[in-house]
């Protein structure tokens, strides 16, 4: 066929179509003119979705569930953003976020965040749970889950296929660790939140470690906070006289429940506070009662904003040494709201700044002394590592007999 000809048939076929596509839309005008965006409410969201509810109902060949579009939009709409704080969540994922900050739930016992990449990164496993004990480590990035790939968008829908089987049943997915790929089946456990453990090491010190800072259950009565208090107690029954808290791989949570451990340790004072961007703050304050003993603080990259504004504040108030290595530098904070329906968002609402003013968010704090782990442990949970092997106890307890 000659280019000549090609040119018109190319036309010709233009003008077909251009003819349909008006004649449609001189239809739709008739039809739907009321559902218009003008000049002057062109960025009215809410009457373009209204335009597009209508034609959907009134023109669209198949049949579909516009209950499941309005969650996915408003999803959509929340990841438009960019920012991995702000999250919408379908009634099935805000039940399980709330269980995530409560007292038990049924799934595998990983914390996950989103890194630099967009990856849904492993922060930690739980100590004694099912995915610690199928090998999982911290800083494996979490590729499948079923066989369907997942990215930091996606993370929300990740964790809850993860958690959506019964307790006895398994999950399947696929972890990358360093450049390898690694498939594990992992059996779905109730997984007690239990975040505190202690015990007395040498000479009147005692080791607590702070696994993350959980809310009250709905009962009332469990917590971290809570379980903070039995451990020292305890402790202080054995003769504690030094303490040092274990706040490594700790990726935070509920910033009240650091807040009141901090209260329990520090002097009267200031040991956070709050900025939204009206300037408006908030403050957090500790009371005359406080446990006067010599304390060390061990943290690392995967101590994260709760965990770093009890780090911060201790720091800033000389009460603690603290060693390891530099945190993660998490220093904002998620405001949680429910929905008539079940669903939520939890939205970043302020920045959080130590007693002496710091915002650590992007920075992280750094110790007062640095204590690199050796390389073959760098990827290692930390209740994994021997007393004998792990440096930077063991030079925390060196410096607290100092003290």
């Not at 009457?47 to 959907?56: E, N, Q, S």
């Not at 922060?123 to 369907?148: C, M, N, S, T």
């Not at 504040?313 to 904002?332: C, E, H, P, Q, R």
Request: with cysteine; net charge negative; proline share 3%.
């Amino acid at each position: 066929m000659s280019n000549k000809k090609k040119i018109v048939l190319a036309v010709i076929i233009t003008a077909v179509v251009t003819a349909f596509i008006s004649s449609t839309l001189t239809s739709f005008i008739k039809d739907f003119s009321i559902f218009f965006i003008t000049e002057d409410d062109k960025n009215s969201f809410s009457k373009k979705i209204r335009a597009v509810d209508t034609m959907l109902a009134n023109k669209y060949l198949y049949d579909y569930d516009s209950n499941m579009l309005g969650e996915m939009a408003v999803k959509s709409y929340i990841e438009g953003l960019g920012e991995p704080y702000t999250h919408y969540y379908t009634k099935e994922e805000f039940s399980s976020y709330i269980n995530n900050i409560q007292d038990g739930y049924v799934g595998i016992g990983i914390i996950v965040g989103i890194n630099n990449d967009n990856e849904i990164e492993v922060i930690a496993p739980f100590e004694d749970g099912p995915a610690f004990k199928a090998g999982v480590k911290p800083g494996d990035i979490l590729k499948a889950v079923e066989g369907i790939e997942y990215n930091g968008d996606k993370m929300s829908e990740a964790v809850e296929v993860i958690k959506s089987g019964k307790e006895g049943t398994t999950v399947n997915i696929t972890l990358k660790r360093d450049s390898e790929e690694i498939n594990i089946s992992v059996e779905r456990q109730d997984i007690s939140s239990q975040s505190v453990k202690s015990e007395m090491i040498d000479d009147g010190i005692a080791y607590l470690r702070i696994t993350g800072f959980n809310m009250q259950s709905e009962n009332g009565e469990h917590s971290t906070y809570s379980e903070f208090c039995e451990n020292i107690q305890s402790l202080q029954e054995q003769g504690m006289d030094k303490l040092i808290i274990d706040l490594r791989d700790n990726p935070g949570g509920v910033l009240t429940g650091a807040c009141d451990i901090a209260d329990m340790l520090l002097p009267e004072g200031t040991i956070t506070y709050t900025e939204n961007k009206s300037g408006e703050r908030k403050y957090y304050n500790s009371d005359a009662e406080w446990l006067d003993i010599p304390m060390a603080v061990l943290i690392n990259g995967n101590s994260a904003s709760a965990s770093e504004v009890l780090t911060g504040a201790l720091k800033d108030y000389k009460k603690a040494t603290v060693v390891g290595t530099k945190s993660y530098g998490k220093g904002i904070v998620q405001d949680v709201y429910p929905f008539y329906d079940g669903s939520g968002i939890s939205i970043t609402s302020a920045k959080y700044y130590t007693p002496n003013g710091v915002c650590i968010h992007d920075v992280g704090i750094e110790p007062d002394v640095n204590v690199e782990m050796p390389e073959k442990y760098k990827d290692e949970s930390i209740s994994m590592i021997e007393r004998s092997e792990d440096v930077q106890l063991q030079k925390a307890i060196e410096i607290i007999k100092e003290k």
